[in-house]
């Protein structure tokens, strides 16, 4: 649970956010009312980043991973940083998803082909919305992402083909 106390014109006000990491339902309150966070495909990747409405003013409550933070007039109240709004999911990312997911199809399944498939795909969503990294450079480290993907099948099968 995250508390935070934040003044906006002169009063405080409370607000609260319980995450709930086995169903996804998170909670998040301002001073004792509930406000409905939205659901999107591929949040637990990608974040969420939704406006939230404190003693009328908009603010912007962001969470990545398990880390939450509000943005108040354009900076994070937690880590004092500037506020950068995340980018949704580009299309090409679905390109190195599609390579991360040919892993276990070619090398005909097994557990350690579909982790990694799972792992790198999952790894190229968070790069790919990170906010603050040119374009190209999410292209390129999604790229080497997937190389990554093969390289470890690769290193796999050897390991197996010498056992």
Known sequence: MKVWKISVNGKENEV???PNRWSGKHRLTINGK??????????????????IHI???????????????????GTYVDSKKMYVPLN?????TWIFIVACIAVPIVSLGGALPVLI????????VRVS????????IRV????????????????LIFVMSSI
């Open 55 to 73: 003693a009328g003013k908009e603010c912007r409550f962001v969470l990545i991973g398990n880390k939450a933070d509000i943005a108040v007039d």
């Open 129 to 136: 919305v990170s906010p603050g990294i040119h374009a190209s």
């Open 88 to 92: 949704s999911m580009p299309w090409w």
């Open 140 to 155: 390129l480290c999604c790229f080497g992402i997937s190389v990554l993907a093969w390289g470890l099948l690769g290193v």
């Open 16 to 18: 609260i956010f319980t």
């Open 34 to 51: 509930d406000i409905e966070l939205k659901k999107s495909p591929f949040q637990v990747f990608v974040g969420i980043d939704q406006p």
């Open 117 to 124: 498939a799972l792992i790198c795909s999952a790894w190229c």
